[in-house]
T-cell receptor, first 111, second 110 residues
Framework: NAGVTQTPKFQVLKTGQSMTLQCAQD?????MYWYRQDPGMGLRLIYY???????DKGEVPNGYNVSRLNKREFSLRLESAAPSQTSVYFC??????????FGDGTRLSIL | KQEVTQIPAALSVPEGENLVLNCSFT??????LQWFRQDPGKGLTSLLLIQSSQREQTSGRLNASLDKSSGRSTLYIAASQPGDSATYLC?????????FGAGTILRVKS
């Protein structure tokens, strides 16, 4: 019963380094999402993919890129990490108009 | 701008009490409204989803209502238990995206 799996769970980066956050779902969902969660601000959508082969910007896309590798996998890349990108990142998946299923998050600190 | 607001930001109640969490949204052109629970260090778990054409949904001790015209939803928790302690998030679906409130931190004291 894996659901949505995110790796890594924790990461510390230095300013300017790059990294890719991985997300995989085993529920055969068409839609996948990346959010960031900051204290007192709820979750904000970074990018989403309505189906395999498509991606669209959300509310806060600057500084990020995504790849929908196949139906199961949706990765988030930080090309040049900045301290403002310190956050908890969540991946989710769903079918249209159905509840989203979330991973346990990646806690990212950028020094 | 589509905004979702949750009141109160935090709530502490004794075990057994009935309680209400509030959610309001600025744009009433919604597809659905969802309530989630988040435990510390964990992801979100879906509790209830109310379609825009519905007025309420129930699951066990939870009841969520939706008044689209006034831009409001409430989550009612009956006979609260210490295990209900968590952050509760309201999210409104517009098009292909969810817009989240900042959440209500609930503590149920035994």
């Amino acid at each position: 019963n894996a659901g949505v799996t995110q790796t890594p769970k924790f990461q510390v980066l230095k300013t300017g380094q790059s990294m890719t956050l991985q997300c995989a779902q085993d529920m055969n969902h068409n839609s996948m999402y990346w959010y960031r969660q900051d204290p007192g601000m709820g979750l904000r959508l970074i990018y989403y993919s309505a189906s395999e082969g498509t991606t669209d910007k959300g509310e806060v896309p600057n500084g990020y890129n995504v790849s929908r590798l196949n139906k199961r996998e949706f990765s988030l890349r930080l090309e040049s990490a900045a301290p403002s990108q310190t956050s908890v990142y969540f991946c989710a998946s769903s079918e249209v108009r159905q509840p989203q299923h979330f991973g346990d998050g990646t806690r990212l600190s950028i020094l | 701008k589509q905004e979702v607001t949750q009141i109160p930001a935090a709530l502490s109640v004794p075990e057994g009490e009935n309680l209400v969490l509030n959610c309001s949204f600025t744009d009433s052109a919604i597809y659905n409204l969802q309530w989630f629970r988040q435990d510390p260090g964990k992801g979100l778990t879906s509790l209830l989803l109310i379609q825009s054409s519905q007025r309420e949904q129930t699951s066990g001790r939870l009841n969520a209502s939706l008044d689209k015209s006034s831009g409001r939803s409430t989550l009612y928790i009956a006979a609260s238990q210490p295990g209900d302690s968590a952050t509760y998030l309201c999210a409104v679906e517009y098009g292909n995206k969810l817009v989240f409130g900042a959440g209500t931190i609930l503590r149920v004291k035994s």
